[in-house]
């Protein structure tokens, strides 16, 4: 089965030092990946994609996220994290090509402390 | 723009009793989707429309039915309530088309709770 894995519930980071979210795959074919973000009491927004192209994709917030195919991995970081970078962080992947359907991983929980 | 609009916010049902919850959205987006939202699970699709008149199951979709007579709105309609069905439930849209994938927006989801 088609799934997506984030190892870690929680990740805590010092703010002005980088961070890394953490993101494995497991895909049929060739992997759509996305990465978004929940703030509390919201709904999902979109931060990144990966659909083909350069390993090193750039999304909101000065976010970036690497695809490494031979790890199958898309981790999620950002040079610099902010105390407003607090929030749950999800990585989904397409099961089609037509991305109507996303299969989503359980999500990390990024703190960053002042 | 409102976005994606979801009502109720919040909604105490019964074992077995019906309810409908609303979706719409302003874009003139061709894809709607609803998700069920579980601690420790992820996001998990329930059912998702490419356009009026056309729905598809997703990854859960027993004991939930959907309909899409226009472009704006998509409703999920619980027909007899379990426990199991409490969590929070979000609405997404966005245009059809791969690279129209960031155009997708969430709605600020429904927390359901079935006693």
């Known amino acids: 089965a088609q799934s997506v894995a984030q190892p870690e519930d929680q990740v805590n980071v010092a703010e002005g030092n980088p961070l890394t979210v953490k993101c494995t795959y497991s895909v049929s074919g060739n992997p759509y990946l996305f990465w978004y973000v929940q703030y509390p009491n919201r709904g999902l927004q979109f931060l990144l994609k990966y659909i083909t192209g350069d390993n090193l994709v750039k999304g909101s917030y000065g976010f970036e996220a690497e695809f490494n195919k031979s790890q199958t991995s898309f981790h999620l970081k950002k040079p610099s994290a902010l105390v407003s970078d607090s929030a749950l962080y999800f990585c989904?992947?397409?099961?089609?090509?037509?991305?109507?359907?996303?299969?989503f991983g359980t999500g990390t929980r990024l703190l960053v402390s002042p | 723009n409102a976005g994606v609009t979801q009502t109720p916010k919040f909604q105490v049902l019964k074992t077995g009793q019906s309810m409908t919850l609303q979706c719409a959205q302003d874009?003139?987006?061709?894809?709607m989707s609803w998700y069920r939202q579980d601690p420790g699970m992820g996001l998990r699709l329930i059912h998702y429309?490419?356009?009026?008149?056309?729905?598809d199951q997703g990854e859960v979709p027993n004991g939930y039915n959907v309909s899409r007579s226009t472009t704006e709105d998509f409703p999920l309609r619980l027909l007899s309530a379990a426990p199991s069905q409490t969590s929070v439930y979000f609405c997404a849209s966005r245009l059809q088309g791969a690279e129209r994938t960031d155009t997708q927006y969430f709605g600020p989801g429904t927390r359901l709770t079935v006693l």
């Open positions: 429309s490419v356009g009026a008149g056309i729905t």
């Open positions: 989904a992947a397409a099961l089609n090509t037509g991305f109507q359907k996303l299969v």
């Open positions: 874009m003139n987006h061709e894809y």
